[in-house]
């Protein structure tokens, strides 16, 4: 007889595999959208957005299913740092809604990472979504990049001036289940965090304070 994980091991597979038919209507119809305007000369710069951000999202919805079949789902490839930052910062304005948020991005030049970028986009999304959700109307989010080690390393800063994480707090946001949300699930950061680790990258909390908080991203770069 199955022992109680080994079902729930079953049971989420059969639940991934559902999620996954479903969410793959969406990237169809964007496509079909595509080919219709298209046909019909029409370019509208707002809704090719939408529907790249959509395809995006189910994107990386089914790169998380594919989570729950295999221990390790890590798929690296050499990729350039600024268009992933850049891609993350446009799927995370959907969660602004109707506060004043400006995101602004000071990159450096760009560089080549060897990297999932379905997972470092994923952190990056948490990170300013989280941001998003600390500034109760208005506010600004910053996303920088600098390096150091002679290039070899590179570190992505992502900053909001919302609520500060009370710093007994500080010391547990990247425990499993641990949140400070009257409605979270305390995976957002623990997740991404050991994502970035099981690839030689690191996700920490550098400061958090009332004018303040600031997180890091550190990846190795393929400068030689």
């Known amino acids: 007889m199955p022992t109680d994980s080994e079902l729930i091991k079953e049971q989420a597979r059969y639940i991934s595999h559902e999620i996954r038919n479903q969410i793959s209507i969406s ?27 959509i395809q995006k999202s189910t994107q990386l919805i ?7 079949k295999t221990i390790t789902n890590i798929n690296p490839k050499r990729t350039n740092l600024n268009r992933i930052i850049e891609e993350s910062i446009e799927l995370s304005k959907i969660y602004i809604f109707d506060k004043d948020i400006k995101i602004n991005a000071k990159l450096a030049e760009d560089t080549q990472i060897y990297i999932d970028e379905n997972k470092l986009e994923a952190a990056l999304i948490n990170l300013i979504k989280n941001g998003i ?3 109760d109307k208005k506010g600004k989010i910053e996303i920088k990049t600098k390096y150091s080690n002679n290039n070899k390393q590179v570190e992505i800063l992502v900053s909001n001036n919302g609520k500060a994480i009370p710093q007994k707090e500080q010391k547990e946001i990247f425990t499993d289940g641990h949140t ?7 995976i957002g950061l623990y997740l991404s965090r050991c994502n970035l680790q099981a690839q030689n990258a ?6 958090s304070n009332n004018k303040n908080t600031e997180f890091s991203i550190t990846l190795n770069t393929l400068h030689e």
């Open 62 to 68: 089914g790169n998380s299913l594919l989570d729950l």
């Open 180 to 186: 400070t949300k009257a409605k979270g699930c305390g």
């Open 133 to 135: 959700e600390a500034i």
């Open 27 to 53: 990237d169809v119809y964007c496509e079909v959208i595509k080919k219709h305007l298209e046909k019909l000369n029409i370019h509208n710069d707002s809704i090719d957005k939408a529907i790249n951000c």
């Open 202 to 207: 690191d996700l920490k909390l550098v400061e």
